[in-house]
C-alpha cells in the first residue's frame, strides 16, 4: 500500500482559494487512482473529486464542479486539490485517498487514506 500525506489546509474567507497536496511514499504512484474526499462535523464522509492513474480522467461532485480541480504529478508523486471561490459549506477535513490500477468514487474502494487536513471557510 501507498503511504500518504496531505497538507495546504487552513482557514480561509468565502471566496477565497486553497491548494491541498497529498504526497505518496513508494515507487508505484503511477499505478493508483487517486480521490479527494471530506467530512464535515456531524455528517458523512463524501466524495469530492478523483483522477485516474495518468491524470487522464477526472470526475467531481456535482456541487465542486467549476470550482475546483484535481491533477497528479506522477514525476513529484503528489495528488492535488486546487479549491477556488470556497464557500462556508466546503468546510470539512479533507482526506486523500489512493486506488490500486483503477478510480472509482466509492470511497469503500479506497485501500489507502491520509490523516486528513482541515479547511475552514469563513463567511
Known amino acids: 500500500q501507498v503511504q500518504l500525506v496531505e497538507s495546504g489546509g487552513g482557514l480561509v474567507q468565502s471566496g477565497g482559494s486553497l491548494r491541498l497536496s497529498c504526497a505518496a511514499s513508494g515507487r508505484t504512484f503511477s499505478a493508483y487512482g487517486m480521490g479527494w474526499f471530506r467530512q464535515a462535523p456531524g455528517k458523512e464522509r463524501e466524495f469530492v473529486a478523483a483522477i485516474s492513474r495518468s491524470g487522464g480522467s477526472t470526475y467531481y461532485r456535482d456541487s465542486v464542479k467549476g470550482r475546483f480541480t484535481i491533477s497528479k504529478d506522477n514525476t513529484k508523486n503528489t495528488v492535488y486539490l486546487q479549491m477556488n471561490s470556497l464557500k462556508p459549506e466546503d468546510t470539512a477535513v479533507y482526506y486523500c485517498?489512493?486506488?490500486?490500477?483503477?478510480?472509482?468514487?466509492?470511497?469503500?474502494?479506497?485501500?489507502?487514506w491520509g490523516q486528513g487536513t482541515q479547511v475552514t471557510v469563513s463567511s
Open positions: 485517498a489512493a486506488q490500486l490500477l483503477t478510480i472509482t468514487t466509492n470511497g469503500a474502494d479506497f485501500g489507502s
